[in-house]
């Protein structure tokens, strides 16, 4: 059996949001994956974050690839809409969906092979064309599915399960979206739950291409001493930058903070982040101090985690190709075929 659908029983008072939805109704079939696998505290991060930010369930679409990871759109979201594509070309689907209706929020879900290894290219066109969407990789440094293989984001020097040496660089997927300029960057830890929540949300409610790497052990394959993707490592080097919350437009911006230690970030939707610094001389608005800094920690065997990058004031994909507020999909005849005289007038423009 590849899927078990939940039984539709839940507790009574489990707490509804404010659309009435409880927890529940943001959840998908039962997992399949293996017990203690990092991508499922992912999901459960999803679903919180959903629930949190009173989603409507049907403005969601979630799009993934082929992988473990990639399967966990079943897991989560039952009630949106969802489309599991070929390994590697999330974002070119994703692309097209969003560019067909704007009005939808887009949730990409990958892995390190999907998005590093086959997918690497798409993953570089959908984050340098601004593609409005939360683009999250369940980074475990391993193809799960296909049983252990090495993937692009793999250590140097690492030892497969079967004994084999990985001899390849990895590649860091955080490093190249900042330099292809997504204007959301962050990377967290499946077993972070506290960190991870706002993330996702913050990374819902941005305008623009927003990238979230989450460390996600593959407790099969990947988790054992040595590797830099071991729920141990990843505990024992993990240098957060920030703390972040998410103060939606309904909730009451309170100072509670010493001067210095808090920054108010005000996104395009009203929403604003309240971060708590961590690492006093860390700016996430600059770019250039954030690649500079990650690159040097990374040297150093630490995993810098938090929101590592945000512009605030980005633009999408929509306003680079300054396509018409209606979602294309929902244009009639009318619009579509607007006559000779418009076609004469094209014409003439480009004459
Ligand atoms: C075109 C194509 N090539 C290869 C495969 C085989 N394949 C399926 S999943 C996968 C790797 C998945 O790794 P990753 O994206 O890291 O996901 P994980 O299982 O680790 O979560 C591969 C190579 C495929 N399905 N399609
Ligand atoms: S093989 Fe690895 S990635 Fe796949 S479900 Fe199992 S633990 Fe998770
Ligand atoms: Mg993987």
């Not at 086959?118 to 980074?139: C, D, K």
């Not at 997927?173 to 929540?197: E, N, P, T, W």
């Not at 729920?231 to 939606?248: G, K, Q, S, T």
């Amino acid at each position: 059996m590849t899927y078990i659908t939940k039984p539709r029983l839940h507790h009574p008072q489990l707490l509804p949001n404010g659309l009435g939805f409880t927890r529940r109704d943001y959840e998908g079939k039962v997992s399949t994956l293996c017990a203690g696998c990092g991508h499922d505290s992912i999901s459960a991060a999803i679903i919180q974050a959903a629930y949190e930010l009173d989603l409507p369930p049907h403005r969601l679409a979630k799009l993934s690839g082929i992988g473990c990871s990639s399967k966990t759109p079943d897991y989560f979201l039952g009630n949106s809409h969802g489309f599991n594509s070929v390994h590697g070309r999330m974002p070119s689907v994703l692309t097209g969906a969003n560019i067909a209706n704007r009005d939808l929020i887009y949730l990409g879900v990958s892995g390190d092979g999907d998005s590093a290894s086959i997918g690497l290219g798409q993953f570089a066109h959908s984050i340098r064309r601004g593609v409005n969407m939360t683009y999250i990789v369940e980074n475990n440094g391993v193809y799960g599915l296909t049983k252990g293989q090495f993937s692009a984001t793999s250590d140097k020097g690492s030892k497969s399960k079967k004994g084999v040496t990985n001899h390849d660089t990895p590649i860091d997927l955080v490093g190249i979206s900042m330099q292809l300029g997504a204007s959301f960057v962050a990377r967290s830890f499946s077993g972070d739950k506290a960190q991870l929540v706002p993330l996702i949300k913050a990374a819902i409610r941005h305008k623009g291409a927003a990238f979230i790497d989450v460390i996600s052990p593959c407790v099969q394959f990947n988790n054992h001493t040595g590797s830099t993707k071991s729920f141990d490592y990843v505990r024992e080097h993990n240098e957060a930058v920030n703390r972040l919350d998410v103060i939606l437009d309904r909730d009451e911006i309170t100072i509670d903070y010493a001067p210095g230690t808090i920054e108010l970030v005000t996104q395009h939707d009203g929403s604003v982040l309240k971060l708590r610094k961590l690492a006093d001389d860390y700016d996430p608005t600059d770019r250039i101090a954030a690649i500079g800094r990650l690159a040097e920690h990374q040297a150093h065997g630490e995993v810098v985690t938090g929101l590592l990058y945000i512009d605030p004031e980005a633009d999408d994909l929509h306003d680079y190709l300054g396509t018409v507020k209606t979602p294309l999909n929902q244009l009639g005849d009318a619009e579509l075929t607007p006559g000779p005289k418009a076609l004469a007038e094209i014409n003439a423009s480009l004459r």
